[in-house]
């Protein structure tokens, strides 16, 4: 059975083995071939429960093959469970790992993006994602906030938890597709997570953590410039429309974090 969605140019495949046992596989050529080879390294790498387990990986020429535990019948938010203790359980885990070697590090972005765009709206009023009262009365206090937050640091770093790569198996929840890891603030993670139950779940069971509005900033800064500068042409369409909801979702949460208007048009 072939599964589509993901961020990586990948064929991915459930597949029956002997006495009906499936696996999960993925494959790519090309540049998606490191994207797998990426994720293969780290899971290999990695121990405890919050991860799938990697059964086998192979790399040939330009085609790079990995075999995942396979998740079909594990609960896919959205919507999240009413309890989701798991997912914090996951996150203390995670930040508790050692970083694999030669990871990639995060940096911080070497140019902040809310200046730019308080000098230059057309953007955002193109994509009526605020309005201008709430520039006028936020931009000094968001581009601030951006500025504080800073994603490099030592831990191990998923830097891609949404809902597609969040998995519940019973009282566990697994963290799937780590093709993008790096090192880094265990922050980045934990505001992604965060974000996530905002966006698709429910904003009651989000936990504060420090720099949540600074994260919030920067994060919203993020997504700005990468659907401006453009988003790769294989992604699904619906992974294109959840990163503008994502970002509708991120700065209303910089808004209350931040105690400012909501930025949304009416």
Known sequence: MRRGGGYT????????????????????????????????????S????????????????????????????????????????????????????????????????????????GADRGWLQNQAVCTDAWLDASIDAVASAEEEFDPSGNRLVHNDLWSGNIAFVGRRCLFIDWAEAHRGSHWVDMGFAMLSL?????????????????????????LIRRLTDGVEPWLDATIVEGLRQDLAAVLAWASELLDLPTPGHE
């Open 46 to 117: 990695l121990s405890g429960f919050f991860h799938p387990r990697l059964l086998a990986f192979g790399d040939e020429a330009d085609l790079a093959i990995e075999v995942i535990e396979d998740l079909s019948s594990a609960l896919w938010p959205p919507p999240y469970p009413e309890e989701v203790n798991a997912l914090f359980d996951a996150l203390d885990e995670l930040e508790d790992h050692d970083p694999p070697l030669g990871l990639r590090e995060l940096q911080r972005p070497s140019e902040p993006v809310w200046p730019l765009l």
């Open 198 to 222: 905002r966006s698709e779940g429910d904003p009651a069971q989000i936990r504060a953590f420090p720099g949540d509005a600074a994260f919030a900033c920067w994060w919203s800064a993020q």
């Open 9 to 44: 140019d990948a064929g991915r495949w459930v597949v029956e083995l002997a006495q009906n046992r499936l696996v999960f596989v993925k494959a790519a050529s090309g540049p998606g071939a490191e994207a797998v080879r990426r994720e293969a390294s780290v899971l290999g």
